[in-house]
Nanobody, 126 residues
Framework: QVHLVESGGGLVQAGGSLRLSCAASGRTSDDYYMGWFRQGPGKEREFVATISWSGVNTGYADSVKGRSTIFRGNDKNTVYLQMNDLRPEDTAVYYC???????????????????WGQGTEVTVSL
């Protein structure tokens, strides 16, 4: 089992920045991907970003590309999502997720991931 805890959400004005954190505990000695997804009001959950164990491989949704950076901490079991130039449409609950081998290869899909956190809320005001 893996336990994921997100933090760092909050209220920010448009154009501002936030750094979300996700700490993983439990079965964390393996090689695993981590991802960020979000669910806005009245919307379906959608992919935001993903990162490999080494941190070399990353992927982003077009909606956040160029404004967001996903990276791992030195201990590998904490993942961050730095979000800049935030927009009202970024308002959502942000979830982190962990994906253990075998990988199905669809790192931008909800079904790829094995474990999920409870989410942290981000609200971007005008």
């Amino acid at each position: 089992q893996v336990h994921l805890v997100e933090s760092g959400g909050g209220l920010v004005q448009a154009g501002g920045s936030l750094r979300l954190s996700c700490a993983a505990s439990g079965r964390t000695s393996d090689d695993y991907y981590m991802g960020w997804f979000r669910q806005g009001p009245g919307k379906e959950r959608e992919f935001v970003a993903t990162i490999s164990w080494s941190g070399v491989n990353t992927g982003y949704a077009d909606s956040v590309k160029g404004r967001s950076t996903i990276f791992r901490g030195n201990d590998k079991n904490t993942v961050y999502l730095q979000m800049n130039d935030l927009r009202p449409e970024d308002t959502a609950v942000y979830y982190c997720a962990a994906d253990f081998p075998p990988y199905r290869g669809y790192m931008d899909e909800i079904g790829e991931y094995d474990y999920w956190g409870q989410g942290t809320e981000v609200t971007v005001s005008l």
